[in-house]
């Protein structure tokens, strides 16, 4: 069998996402409603520490996490189901009809933690279709020669979120209470409705119309192909989380089989298509799960990929989240030098970003990911042992760097390399781990840092990041992965 899991740079006529008004429109969307959450996120956390004890306010905030991670997979199936647009559209206007209820609840009456622990935990459940819709929305509004752009404009406005984001909340909450600041979260959420519902969405190839579950997603195969779907495993943390190396796709998976998934070259899809859901078949959502997890295991790109996204990620959250705050009081830099920590990895991050965007790709995409892996594991660990404030900066916007290169890249792989008709189940594995799991480690990164200091634990995260490198450069097919041109 041929390998042609590498898919080559085949030239497309796609217009250039940054000059795309279609892609704009879902770019603004994606901005107000990435800013309405940080928002949220902020008038969530003040509301429950007014209403209650601490420890009742860290539940109501983590609340979330569990109905998040427990049906993201599932939110993978509806999203390749009832097209990812549709499921952000409902998504977006559930959560914005939800905030504003609540804001007004709380305008009216004091009813404790009740209403906010209720919205937390609708928040949770509907990120589980949310987040694999958002990762498979960007490849059914632009040619895959674009997505690589896309994805360095999904981190700028990442960037924009978080850094408008806690200042308007907390003008919110000055200015009005917890309600107001729910109020402005749902009004920007509502703003990215009617920008959602004017995105044209592209029509799926032939091939990949095919490829809908109920077959095993190969090129070529309908739902003949089911036999062989076999069942194997197929990023909102709250605001002041910095952005995680796989934010882009916005993962574990089993290491795939020796045959090769020949993914050839797409035929690029007729634009302005009307987005359709697939052909119906049985309502059979585990069905369709085993088929996309069948799909990730045989792709010789994607399953090392997802491997080394969850392994940066399992790497990355510890150390550059509560550890940081560690970090901060061992070497006595104080909040305001935490903050200048951060303020470099968001400048790093974010000038990568713009890069992206602005050249549209990187040539040996695969192999730059898995370089930039292993040298920013060791600026991670080299964090852990840095005492002066302004090297600690200045390592930070190193890791910033790295970090956001190999993230979008990490994406925009994920976006190239993936069937549109797959995109929301396997976005969903890669969101399972870098938001169901891999905050798991935090704990674990405070006791240890506790028992034995930040250097350590910065050491053994380092560690793990770099085994997310190896994983990218001990694959062939992984390592020789391009971009589209």
Known sequence: MTDTAIRPAARTESRAAHRDPNVLRWLGAYAASMVGDNVYYLALSWAAVRSGSPAEAGIVVSVSALP?????????????????????????????????????????????????????????????????????????????????????????????????????????????????????????????????????????????????????????????????????????????????????VSAVVAVPPAEAHPAGPRT???????????????????????????????????????????????????????????????????????????????????????LLAVRGRLPRAGLITGYACMAGAVAIGALGQVSALPAAVGVALLIGLLAGLSGVLCGALLQTQGDPAYLGRVTSVASLVSLGLAPLSMPFAAAATGAWGPGPVYAVSAVVCALGGAVVLVFPALRRAELPR
């Open 268 to 354: 690029p899809a007729a634009p302005d298509a009307p987005e359709t859901a697939p052909a119906p078949r049985p309502a059979d959502v585990w069905h369709d799960l085993r088929d996309g997890l069948a799909y990730l295991r045989r792709h010789r790109v994607l399953g090392p990929l997802v491997l080394a996204i969850a392994l940066g990620d399992l790497g990355f959250v510890g150390p550059l989240n509560i550890g940081l705050t560690l970090l901060a009081d061992r070497r006595g830099w104080g909040a305001s030098g935490m903050g200048w920590v951060l303020a470099g990895f968001g400048v790093g991050a974010g000038a990568v970003s713009m």
């Open 68 to 248: 998040r991670a427990v049906l993201m997979l599932g939110g993978g199936v509806v999203a390749d189901r009832f097209g990812p647009r549709r499921v952000v559209i409902g998504s977006d206007t559930v959560r914005c009809a939800a905030v504003l209820a609540v804001a007004a609840l709380l305008y009216v009456a004091h009813p404790g933690l009740w209403p906010l622990a209720a919205l937390a935990l609708l928040f949770g459940t509907v990120d589980a279709v949310f987040v694999p819709a958002v990762g498979a929305l960007p490849a059914r509004i632009t040619g895959p020669d674009q997505l690589a752009r896309v994805q360095g404009m999904r981190g700028l406005a990442n960037r924009f979120a978080s850094v408008v984001g806690a200042p308007l909340g907390g003008l919110g909450i000055a200015m009005g209470g917890a309600a107001a600041a729910f109020g402005v979260a749902g009004l920007l959420i509502a703003v990215s409705v009617p920008l959602l519902v004017s995105v044209r969405m592209r029509g799926l190839p032939p091939a990949e119309e095919t490829g809908t579950p109920g077959g095993t997603g190969l090129p070529g195969e309908g739902a003949s192909g089911a036999a062989a779907g076999e069942a194997v495993a197929a990023a909102t943390l709250p605001p002041a989380a910095p952005v995680l190396p796989g934010e882009a």
